[in-house]
């Protein structure tokens, strides 16, 4: 089995702590803007308006990555109040959610085509969210259910948000690995569908697939109906996802000569 002993506090000085999750979490933003800034020059797509839907994508996506974390655990923060107003729990599906309401204000404000920008995006969000589960693997935030597997995690770190000393399943790894699937997926279907959108879309429908049933290996609260707060969001965003793909949704026929690459 797999020891986690790293803690997850880098240092502390006076009431500033700085923690691998916020690394982590840093480290997936910058990815996500990077990405945007180089494939937005293939589309002709301005610096400004580049930089101008991080600033609108980035404190949404955290805002509604925070409410989504604080509603599931709300248990938690009535009696704790003033823990509301922090980031140390976010909630991935929020933060998706948050970031595409941040780009679509902006998009409408700016009058760029809000789809296509999301198809480009889509890519590299998905390999940001894997940046971001490492962040998870440090803080032991996101632990399994107790199991027995040799690639169990074992966290050891008093500062750890784990169980001490409990074998659990992966479930942060098993995520990373499922974001690298949804990305080759993405990558093979980029610029191969209509309408723009398309493959936002499908971003969202794989992620959700492989989140609902991951989740049952992951040790939380129900939240209702018998699941966690992330799958019922994995099957609203499935039941809106899905009737695009299936009404809307079509593949480019390409010509010959596209087909084809020239030597």
Same mark, same amino acid.
């Given at each position: ?10 240092? %502390?000085?006076?009431? +500033? ?21 180089? @494939? ?65 204000? @902006? %998009?409408?404000?700016?009058? +760029? ?84 959108? %398309? ?34 969001? %994995? ?29």
């Amino acid at each position: 089995m797999i020891n986690i002993g790293i803690n997850p506090v880098i240092f %502390s000085i006076g009431p +500033f702590t700085l923690r691998w999750y916020g690394v982590f979490m840093g480290l997936a933003i910058i990815f996500a803007v990077w990405w945007t800034t180089k @494939y937005s020059k293939k589309m002709g797509i301005p610096e400004d308006i580049v930089y101008g839907s991080a600033a609108w994508a980035i404190p949404v996506g955290l805002i509604v990555a925070r409410l989504f974390h604080v509603i599931d655990q709300i248990d938690y923060y009535i009696l704790r109040p003033r823990a509301i107003f922090g980031f140390e729990g976010l909630a991935v599906f929020g933060g998706v959610v948050g970031a595409a309401i941040g780009i679509f204000i @902006y %998009s409408r404000i700016k009058h +760029f085509p809000f789809g296509p920008f999301v198809d480009m995006i889509a890519p590299g969000a998905i390999l940001a969210q894997a940046i971001g589960r490492l962040a998870c693997t440090v803080n032991g935030c996101s632990y399994g259910t107790p199991t027995t597997v040799p690639w169990a995690f074992i966290y050891t770190h008093p500062n750890t948000m784990a169980p001490l000393g409990v074998p659990t399943h992966p479930t942060v790894i098993y995520e990373i690995l499922w974001d690298l699937v949804v990305f080759g997926l993405l990558w093979k279907l980029k610029g191969r569908l209509n309408p723009p959108g %398309s493959i936002f879309v499908i971003y969202l429908a794989a992620y959700s697939v492989g989140r609902f049933f991951l989740t049952f290996l992951r040790q939380n609260d129900v939240f209702a109906a018998g699941l966690l707060e992330a799958q019922l969001v %994995s099957l609203i965003t499935l039941a809106a996802a899905l009737p695009f793909l299936i009404i809307r949704t079509r593949w480019i026929k390409r010509t010959m000569d596209e087909a084809v690459p020239e030597d």
